[in-house]
Structure formats: structure tokens, C-alpha cells
């Protein structure tokens, strides 16, 4: 067990599997140089002994390798899972946007409003296939990558808010800001956050009610909430609903059956703690389900001496 939990220690840790080995290795031929200065003289029940240490060794070598290659291969299938269901949505938006401009032409006053949402998520979708280069460049268990300017998360979220408004005419939707809401942060990364979260409210939430997304500042902490109403997390599924591949069940009462893998959510934990913040969900049945997150509201010089 300790090898196991070894080998997956190192590939959270950016060893290669040649490094495990090393270890191994080391570890070998340390004891049995203490073992002959020792014993100067073998006999045969030091022959054995050597014997079942060896064997012990590679045992735990090849619990080690095992563990740390069923990781490896689980972070590779985890990114592709995340990439296509990061892909979706904005695909989604693009395939709305374009079949809207193609039913109304250049009559409807809706249509450069069409083109914007097709716009902003091409972009998206460019910035996930860059990423995946990243990916590929850093390994696996690497962190997700942060490219930090200023945002104004108002108009970020204001404008992740009308895509989905367009998308989900039949819905009601709800927007409210309040304060500064400008900061240092990624906004590519920050508009998956907000689009997840809706995503999710939408997809699982009651269709008689309504969507409440909502974002506010006091000076230095940015806290965004995004609300729904309908049946509540069932209690044993809130301490793991941001593990990844963990699906909420659906409920009878929500907008349809979504083909979810169970990632969005963990995507909205790594991106909120790659900006050194926190995400919870609270989930009853009086008061429906509420996922909040909060984002230190830093400038420019206050990242680079957290860098630093």
C-alpha cells in the first residue's frame, strides 16, 4: 500500500517514471552496501535474506510503476474529458448564434448580437485548443495555466449572463452586480467559471425557477453566487461534488437530460484555486442550491509579489 500511495505521491510531484525507478534504485543498493560492511562473512541464511529483500524490493517497485503509469494514464483521460466538455458549450453558443443569423439574415436587430456570442466563444474554443498544447508541453498533474490582465468581471459576466439568456429564451434568468469588480485575474478562465456554474444551475435546477447569477465586491474579495431552485444535493454528494467524473443526478424536474462526465464542477474548483480562491456549494430544499465563489481582488503589483 505505501508503494502505491508512493507512486501516486511522485506523479503529483512532476517526477518522471525513470525518477521512481532511481529511488528504487538507491534505495537497493544503499541497504545492501550496509548489509556487507555488516556482514563480512555470508552465509547461507544471509544469502536468503538478500533473497527476500530483493524480492521485496521489486515487489515494491512494480506497485510503484503500477500505480504511478494508472495515474498518469488517468490525468491524460481526465484532460481529454475536460477539453471536450469545456469544448461544448461554447460550440453550443456558436451553433445557436449561427442558426439565429441564418433564420433572420440582416432583418433581425438581434443578428450582431449573434455574431458577438459567435465571436467570444470561437475565442474560447481557440483558447482550449492552446491550452491542450500546454498540456502537452508540461506534463500531466501540471496545474492549469493562468495568462493574468485586467478584468472587469461585471462586463465578463454580464456577457456570459446574455449568451445564455439567448440560448434559454424559455428560462428566466437573473443578473445583479454590485461594486469595483475590477481585478487581476484570467478572463478566459474566469468566463468557464461562470459559464459552468450557469451551466450547471441551468441543466440541474427547476425549470419553473429562475437562475440567479450574481456578483459583488467589497474592496478585496470578489464573491460570485450563482443560485437555483429544485430538488437539493443530496447531502452524501456534497463533500465530493467537485471530484472529478462525479455527476450530479438529474432530477425529474430539470430543463432535460444533459450527457455530463462529471467535470464541470471540478473545473470550477482548479480554476477558482489557481486564482487563490475558494468555492462552496450549499444546497437545501427551502432554500435551493447556491454555489459561491471567492476571489482575492488583487492588482498587478500584489500578483507579482505573490509570485515572486
Known amino acids: 500500500h505505501a508503494s502505491v500511495l508512493h507512486g501516486v505521491a511522485r506523479m503529483g510531484s512532476g517526477f518522471d517514471i525513470m525518477e521512481v525507478i532511481s529511488e528504487y534504485r538507491a534505495l537497493r543498493a544503499s541497504v545492501l552496501r550496509l548489509w556487507t560492511e555488516s556482514h563480512p562473512q555470508f552465509d547461507i541464511n544471509d544469502v536468503n535474506d538478500i533473497t527476500r529483500f530483493n524480492e521485496s524490493i521489486d515487489q515494491s517497485l512494480a506497485a510503484a510503476v503500477g500505480s504511478y503509469t494508472d495515474r498518469v494514464n488517468q490525468s491524460r483521460r481526465m484532460f481529454l474529458a475536460i477539453l471536450g466538455h469545456d469544448l461544448r458549450d461554447p460550440l453550443n453558443g456558436i451553433s445557436m448564434a449561427a442558426q439565429l443569423i441564418a433564420r433572420t439574415a440582416n432583418q433581425d436587430p438581434s443578428s450582431p448580437q449573434a455574431l458577438s456570442i459567435i465571436e467570444k466563444n470561437t475565442e474560447v474554443v481557440t483558447r482550449l485548443i492552446s491550452d491542450l498544447i500546454d498540456f502537452a508541453s508540461t ?3 501540471s496545474t492549469i495555466p493562468l495568462t493574468r490582465d485586467a478584468v472587469d468581471l461585471e462586463k465578463l459576466c454580464r456577457s456570459v449572463f446574455e449568451g445564455f439568456c439567448l440560448t434559454y429564451p424559455q428560462r428566466t434568468l437573473r443578473f445583479h452586480s454590485a461594486g469595483d469588480l475590477t481585478g487581476d485575474w484570467d478572463a478566459a478562465r474566469l468566463r468557464q467559471v461562470v459559464s459552468n456554474l450557469m451551466g450547471n ?12 447569477l450574481s456578483v459583488a465586491s467589497d474592496g478585496s474579495t470578489v464573491v460570485l453566487s450563482v443560485h437555483n431552485e429544485g430538488p437539493p444535493i443530496p447531502p452524501e454528494m456534497l463533500e465530493t461534488i467537485f471530484d472529478p467524473l462525479i455527476r450530479q443526478p438529474m432530477q425529474k424536474s430539470t430543463a432535460r437530460r444533459v450527457g455530463s462526465i462529471g467535470l464541470g464542477l471540478y473545473i470550477v474548483r482548479e480554476i477558482v484555486v489557481a486564482h487563490g480562491g475558494t468555492v462552496e456549494v450549499a444546497s437545501t430544499a427551502e432554500e435551493g442550491t447556491t454555489f459561491t465563489v471567492r476571489l482575492p481582488q488583487l492588482t498587478p503589483v500584489e500578483v507579482d509579489r505573490l509570485q515572486a
Not at 201 to 212: D, R, T
Open 139 to 141: 506534463g500531466a498533474g
Open 201 to 212: 444551475a441551468i441543466h440541474h435546477g427547476s425549470v419553473e425557477g429562475p437562475v440567479e
